[in-house]
């Protein structure tokens, strides 16, 4: 095992700049203020085609294959040349034996190729595994690494082992970007959201991603609330911008909706690029289109 690099002391003075006893009761007023007053402002076909640059479409299923990821990918390039006036999708998202597969596909330009690695979705491997898998997958073509923080170290209280390991992914990653999910159904309440958060983004986080879509719950709208604040103290104390992804559990466009005004209200308009605002999903693509163009398609 690789020696542990991060010292308590340091994870502490990082973690004392900001206030992490927030009340989950205070974060569930304010997300219901949100959802109440401010939603239906973003209800338009223009909020909407935007959101639809903003899906990493996704397939993480144990029957994936070579040829089904292929013609996963086509559709995707189909879709550029059949809708050539509406955004394209953001990623395109699969197990890392699929990166060489999807860059051999994929004809869009500006379509990124995430792989969640490290031992997804339980990030239950060795260090060296974890790192060896992220390498492999940048190698074969992936352009961004998906990676789960490691829930029971973090709920056993041992920040040292968390930030290591995502301070190690982020070294196999290079210069790619890297998100970190923290599976926020696991972490139970708003005070555990926030500090993994943090930590992640102290770690090297490039985006914080709400879950793997694996585990129920998966992304609320209170989780993505608190990420959202967390986010937001850390670039105003360190002046670094870090994306948000929520994932798991996106199944409507209101609910997309809701995720987008949360952004909106909390990060602002600096946020709502595809590059720093993702939706992990793929059922959420065709209803989005079905919306955009006036009737229900199911291309992807």
């Given amino acids: 095992m690789a020696e542990k690099t991060v010292e308590k002391s340091v994870i502490e003075e ?170 926020t159904g696991c972490l139970k309440t708003a005070s555990n959201i926030k500090t993994a958060s943090l930590l992640a983004m102290y770690s090297g986080a490039d985006y914080i991603k709400t879950s793997t879509g694996k585990l129920e719950p998966a992304a609320t709208p209170e989780a993505a609330y608190v990420m959202c604040q967390a986010i937001k103290e850390y670039y105003d104390e360190t002046g670094i911008q870090i994306g948000f992804k929520p994932a798991g559990g996106l199944n409507s466009v209101m609910d997309a909706l809701i995720y987008y005004t949360i952004v909106k209200e909390v990060l602002g308009e600096k946020w709502l690029t595809n590059q720093w605002f993702r939706m992990g999903t793929s059922r959420l693509a065709n209803m989005l289109l079905s919306e955009v163009i006036g009737e229900e398609v199911k291309f992807f």
Wanted: hydrophobic share 40%; glycine share 4%; charged share 30%.
């Fill in 14 to 183: 990082a973690l004392n700049k900001y206030n992490l006893n927030i009340s989950d009761d205070d974060v569930k007023a304010a997300v219901k203020k949100i959802i109440t007053e401010k939603v239906h402002e973003n209800d338009t076909p223009e909020v909407k085609k935007f959101l639809m640059g903003s899906v990493e479409l996704t397939t993480l299923k144990t029957t994936d294959s070579d040829e089904s990821v292929m013609a996963f990918t086509e559709r995707v390039n189909q879709f550029d040349e059949q809708y050539p006036n509406l955004p394209h999708v953001a990623t395109i998202c699969v197990y890392p034996r699929f990166a060489r597969t999807v860059a051999e596909t994929l004809e869009v330009e500006g379509v990124e190729i995430a792989c969640v690695s490290g031992s997804f979705p339980s990030s239950q491997a060795l260090i060296e595994v974890k790192t060896v898998e992220t390498a492999l997958a940048v190698k074969d073509g992936a352009t961004e690494i998906d990676m789960v923080l490691s829930v029971g170290a973090f709920l056993s209280g041992d920040y040292e082992t968390v930030c290591d390991e995502i301070q190690q992914m982020k070294e196999a990653c290079g210069e790619k970007k890297m998100k970190v999910i923290l599976e």
